[in-house]
């Protein structure tokens, strides 16, 4: 089941780096970023540039 304290998701993959803005090369402090899917629900982006990891949050 899941919960509002467990992410959807954590991947590799990093949608900051994919775009050119990893922290590790340029901070930015544009926080907390999200994605809207087509059916209308939102989900949050956080990352952890430390271990180079993006967690995905139901919003």
């Known amino acids: ?3 509002p ?5 954590t991947c590799k ?3 900051l780096n ?3 803005h990893c922290r590790k090369l340029r901070p930015l402090a544009n926080e ?3 994605l809207r899917l087509q059916n209308g ?3 949050t982006l ?3 540039c430390k271990n180079c ?3 995905i949050w139901k919003s």
């Open 1 to 3: 089941m899941i919960t």
């Open 5 to 9: 304290s467990t992410p959807l998701m």
């Open 13 to 15: 993959y990093c949608i």
């Open 18 to 20: 994919e775009l050119g």
């Open 32 to 34: 907390p970023r999200y």
């Open 41 to 43: 629900t939102i989900l």
């Open 46 to 48: 956080e990352f952890d």
């Open 53 to 55: 990891e993006m967690k």
